[in-house]
């Protein structure tokens, strides 16, 4: 059976963007609903970063996991073209930014200016890790081999975790300003969206660039397995 739809459980703009441009280029008839959690946000609570990131998105996993068993699946915008909602697959994810004063701290979403703006100065002119933990859940009619993470119901559960290492150029105050002023802080881990307007001034020195703009690479690669 092949593939109809993905539930992208989650209210990122950037991830979205990436998911549609790999159905584009896939050239494939998937349809892509993208509508949060309800209860989306999961405030960090491991010591290390890829624990936190893998962590926070088991959480909304299972979140998702109780959200398809009450028929949250039958309620998104699939269209009456699919009519069997096994063949749909729910993506969930997160993203940490490591604040390279402190490898044990994490950088998430700043909750106003001040805090995108410490952020910004503190990544400014340094390398930091960018993690990513991404999950999918796959109905068990699927042919997919491999072990799942989490079972539950008739779906299964898959989480993969990557980091890549960005670079950021002194950042002036101009620049700052115009960073901080263009609002592109918002919604994004370590308030900055590489492919936004930080892309003038960051770059991926190892690892993949998706992970940064917040999925797992290898879980994109699983799942392009599936189209």
Same mark, same amino acid.
């Given at each position: 059976?092949?593939?109809?739809?993905?539930?992208?459980?989650?209210?990122?703009?950037?991830?979205?963007?990436?998911?549609?441009?790999?159905?584009?280029?896939?050239?494939?008839?998937?349809?892509?609903?993208?509508?949060?959690?309800?209860?989306?946000?999961?405030?960090?609570?491991? $010591?290390?970063?890829? &624990?936190? *990131? #893998?962590?926070?998105?088991?959480?909304?996993?299972?979140? @998702?996991?109780?959200?398809? =068993? %009450?028929?949250?699946?039958?309620?998104?915008?699939?269209?009456?073209?699919?009519?069997?909602?096994?063949?749909?697959?729910?993506?969930?994810?997160?993203?940490?930014?490591?604040? $390279?004063?402190?490898? &044990?701290? *994490? #950088?998430?979403?700043?909750?106003?200016?001040?805090?995108? @703006?410490?952020?910004?100065? =503190? %990544?400014?002119?340094?390398?930091?890790?960018?993690?990513?933990?991404?999950?999918?859940?796959?109905?068990?009619?699927?042919?997919?081999?491999?072990?799942?993470?989490?079972?539950?119901?008739?779906?299964?559960?898959?989480?993969?975790?990557?980091?890549?290492?960005?670079?950021?150029?002194?950042?002036?105050?101009?620049? %700052?300003?115009?960073?901080?002023?263009?609002?592109?802080?918002?919604?994004?881990?370590?308030?900055?969206?590489?492919?936004?307007?930080?892309?003038?001034?960051?770059?991926?020195?190892?690892?993949?660039?998706?992970?940064?703009?917040?999925?797992?690479?290898?879980?994109?690669?699983?799942?392009?397995?599936?189209?």
């Amino acid at each position: 059976m092949g593939l109809e739809g993905i539930w992208l459980a989650s209210a990122s703009k950037r991830r979205s963007i990436l998911l549609e441009e790999l159905i584009s280029k896939e050239n494939v008839g998937i349809k892509l609903v993208c509508s949060p959690l309800i209860e989306d946000e999961i405030s960090p609570k491991k $010591p290390s970063l890829k &624990e936190t *990131v #893998f962590s926070i998105t088991k959480m909304k996993m299972q979140n @998702a996991f109780l959200e398809i =068993s %009450l028929g949250r699946l039958q309620e998104l915008n699939f269209g009456e073209n699919i009519k069997d909602h096994s063949k749909i697959i729910t993506i969930v994810s997160d993203t940490l930014v490591e604040d $390279p004063d402190s490898f &044990e701290q *994490v #950088f998430g979403k700043a909750s106003d200016i001040l805090e995108a @703006a410490a952020m910004l100065k =503190s %990544l400014s002119g340094r390398k930091h890790k960018v993690w990513s933990s991404t999950g999918l859940i796959i109905h068990k009619s699927f042919n997919f081999n491999h072990t799942p993470d989490f079972e539950f119901e008739d779906w299964l559960g898959y989480i993969w975790t990557d980091y890549s290492t960005v670079e950021i150029d002194e950042l002036s105050e101009d620049v %700052l300003f115009e960073l901080l002023n263009s609002n592109s802080w918002e919604g994004k881990a370590g308030a900055y969206d590489l492919d936004g307007m930080m892309s003038k001034y960051a770059r991926v020195k190892d690892g993949g660039k998706i992970t940064v703009l917040g999925l797992s690479s290898t879980a994109i690669n699983y799942l392009q397995d599936l189209f």
